[in-house]
């Protein structure tokens, strides 16, 4: 069986790579998906605040006039998170692009370049600084944030997501305690959710990750908020928590905007993974209507 | 819905209740988290602020660049807290006016109550429908902070509703109660 996959090695050009990245960086952030835009549609019919009606038909307009003139959603075109699926057969050459323009370099780099290309030439704001305390701006919105899954066979699947950070912000982890159980974890997600309240630009998406470590919940929430809304955990008690949390959220009361109303968030992404004995890591990551994700397989 | 023009005097404030929608026409000056701490280290070094702040309009935004021959790229509220901190020394000199999104601190409120201010909420994420109501965009400060550079911009019936109005009432407040359900 070893030796079948190592007969597969494919190479795949750098400069395709940076080509992909470069075109999905603008057009996620000046196409609002569809789930996100259907589920907007569908909730002026359940949203009785006369003041969030109007907010949702702002939202919607909004979409229309970005994807019309090709320009952002939001003004906050996130740092640009990636989940890099590669097979492990996958081999990344450098190549030529034309005679005098040599593209060499590692996948990050390559990433990095898409990014910078993607950003200037989409005209998306350039929000990431060099340093926490420094804060110079790099100019290009590089680096962006890359999490690597080495998987099996000859696939590269690359999905991108720019995080913005008002709803960024918002985001908590909890480490409580397995006796807690899963009415302690329901009890933190909505506290955390009630306390992003009106800065999260709601109606709110939703990426919780239960389980793993420290970093690995993190991780599972934001990967969380690369699944399509309409879509429900496969795992029949974690579907039946994303109902129930997002019908809890929504009796909050936080509304679109925060201006009050039965609207607050839209969907509800809920990974989970194996854990310790001595733990339960639950990591909430906020995000915005203006959840946008793109991917692409090359 | 209620429209009005800048400059934003305490009578103009007055008269905005917590709630109301408004339309706004005239100019406003942008300034986000990096322009809030030059400010303050310009007035802690007594120098001259390069706008009056007397009944003006701030408005929280980092905007997106603009493309050739438009006026301003995408240009929605940031969340406002961050400028909680700094909001008092402003509101001190004159400042009337506030447009962000997201909760503002108590303090802050106090301070809005004591000079007659008011703080609205644009709809966050609403960004390429709020830089049409932006008819110019002009750099006076700050250059070098990109997109949190200090710009002045002349907007018309630009969108926005009272979030706080000067009597310290909070729509987020009162509203999220009525829709609240407890199980």
Known sequence: MIEKSFDHIRSVNLSKIIEAIKEMTISANYNLNNDIRSSLKKSIEIEESKTGINIINQLLTNADIASNQKMPICQDTGMAVFFVEIGQNVHIINDIKNSNNIIKGTLEEGINEGVRQGYTEGYLRKSVVNDPFERINTGDNTPAIIHYDIIAGDSLKISFAPKGFGSENMSRIYMIKPGDGIEGAKKVILEAIDAAGPNACPPMVIGIGIGGSFEKAAILAKKALFRSINESSKIPYVKDLEEELLQKANNLGIGPQGMGGRITVLGINILTYPTHIAGLPVAINISCHATRHAEVNL | ?183
């Open chain 2, 1 to 183: 819905m209620i429209k009005i023009e800048t400059p934003l005097t305490i009578d103009k404030v007055k008269c905005l209740k917590a709630g109301d929608e408004v339309l706004i026409t005239g100019t406003m000056y942008t300034l986000r988290d990096a322009g809030h701490m030059r400010v303050i280290e310009q007035i802690n070094k007594d120098e001259k602020l390069p706008f009056d702040m007397k009944n003006s309009i701030i408005y929280y935004v980092g905007p997106s660049p603009a493309k050739l021959g438009a006026v301003i790229g995408s240009a929605g509220p940031t969340t406002s807290y961050r400028m909680d901190e700094f909001t008092p020394a402003l509101l001190e000199l004159g400042l009337k006016g506030m447009i962000g999104k997201g909760a503002r601190n108590k303090e802050v409120i106090q301070s809005m109550v004591k000079n007659t201010a008011v703080y609205f909420g644009a709809v966050g994420g609403a960004a390429a429908l709020l830089a049409s109501c932006i008819k110019s965009s002009e750099i006076i400060a700050y250059e070098d902070l990109g997109p949190e550079a200090l710009r002045k911009l002349y907007v018309e019936d630009f969108p926005v509703i009272v979030v706080i109005d000067s009597l310290g009432k909070n729509i987020y407040e009162i509203e999220k109660e009525k829709y609240k359900i407890v199980e």
